[in-house]
């Protein structure tokens, strides 16, 4: 296995996951696969490239959405039990 050594003006972000399979099949761990950006896709405040800035609003967004129906859902059931 070669071994990369990246500029200074390069980080390594996670592009996904992968998990392979041992030959008798059963699966192997998940690992994280990672690619080269250069610093300029990179936001300085909070370490992330842009697409993972979108990512975390995104799924923010659907955990929030979730978390109000979990928040009417009791509410709803202590009107009911009253």
Known sequence: MAIK???PHQRLVQCGQTALRAPDGTPLPAVPMYIIVGD???????GLAESE???HRDIAAELAA???QYVEGV???ER???
């Open 66 to 68: 979730l978390f109000g």
């Open 5 to 7: 050594t990246l500029a």
């Open 53 to 55: 800035i979108d990512l």
């Open 80 to 82: 009911s039990v009253t």
């Open 40 to 46: 300029d896709v990179v936001c300085e405040k909070t």
């Open 75 to 77: 509410e709803a059931l």
